[in-house]
């Protein structure tokens, strides 16, 4: 018997079983695989950082050094030593979060749950036993989306954790999604040589984002050399000895060695037994719940990318501790408009709060600040000098409602916002406060003094 049983140990739920234990519960943590981590550190965020990282070193030092006054000789891809980097970077992971387990007290067991009755769990892999709580957390995250007529075989043709493997650059790769996953992945490959094409069903890229930093993404995409087909809705995709058809509407079949498909994700609820509790997913396949993370049974709460909102791990890290916090204090909170989402393309992309088509739906009047990273000294110095700053804030108040960046280190750079946003910030708050000279930061504090038309540098 555990006050608390916490079902997966991804990013929302390691964190919720640690952030309970904390506060005294006696906490379980089942996991199916054996690494703990879920999707973010085993095959998700974190490997792809470090690929992302390896590549983008390997491609500027083939391509980039020379500006900066660096001869190098003839560079070589070591595929197998990036592979083995990434590799430790997860394991690196994957045990410290054990580590926290154990430092914590957090009594982990291996293997899949599915409720048997209310408050009641089995656990059947590894470890094989019944379980009760009086509260459970389903945090049992996301799996990739399945395609109709394209049938991943986990080799030619498959997904985000096949990308991050290969073990030979493609010639061909096909990404069927503009999204996210497509993005970074195949910025990953078009880097380390292979030709990249990403079809993509809508007519624009990284749906979501605000449109004037998805119209700018899409030009510096295609100069670094992706080829983008947009409206194209893929219908099929045929696997040959060595190669794939890919069959898209409008569009002549396109011939490749290898096919990521990245056309979203799918709240991971199989086998979970919630039939035996008298709990239904929506028709996403997620389970809703309310502000508190309850869901319609008693004792029964869920987070992260099995109920619906933006899959990101730190919103999952952000519902689990409000989530049992509110188990164990009685309060606990996530501010939905204060998560910023990040694309780790080059250069990345940033944003927080409302977008400038969100504001103008909702009849929100604002204004601009704004600042290019050409004017910034420190991006001249790194030779970063794409993209821009743009600050969204309250016509009447000040207060700063958004914030979108293009730019380098943009991932880092909207933490900022972020937290001006938690504090209810204006936009005069952040042009007032020092900002080291010479940093990126200085950006953000410029389109922020942009706000009131007071920038200095532009
Ligand atoms: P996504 O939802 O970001 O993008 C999928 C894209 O596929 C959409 O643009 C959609 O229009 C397109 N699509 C769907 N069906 C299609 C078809 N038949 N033909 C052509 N295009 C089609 O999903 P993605 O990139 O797979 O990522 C999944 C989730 O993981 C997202 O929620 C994302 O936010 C999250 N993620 C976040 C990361 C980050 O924060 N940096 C990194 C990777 C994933």
Redesign the pocket.
Known sequence: MFDLIVIGAGPGGYVAAIRAAQLGLNVACIEREPALGGTCLRV??IP?KAMLESSERFHATAHDLKRFGVKVGNVELDLAAMHKHKDACVNAGTRGVEGLFKKNKVTRYEGTAAFTGPGAIRVQGKDNVELSAKHILIATG?K??Q?RGVEMDGELIGD?TTALGYSEVPGHLVV???????L?LGSVWLRLGAKVTV????DH???GLDEEISKEALKVFKKQGFAFHLG????GAKTGKKHVTVS?EGLEDIKCDRVLV????WANTDGLGLEHIGLKTNQRGQIEVNGHFETAVRGVYAIGDVIPG???AHKAEEEGIACVERIATGVGHVNYNAIP????THPEIAGVGKTEQELNAAGIEYNVGRFNFIANGRARALGETAGWVKILADKRTDRVLGAHIIGARAGDLIAEVAVAIEFGASAEDIARSCHAHPTLAECVKEAALGVAGRTIHM
């Open positions: 998700g965020c792809s996301s990739p989306a395609l985000s069927i999604g503009a999204g996210v996953i497509g970074e079809l993509e069903y809508m890229i990284l749906p194209a809705k893929v219908t898209a990245a056309t979203g994700r933006p899959m990101l989402g990040i694309v780790y």
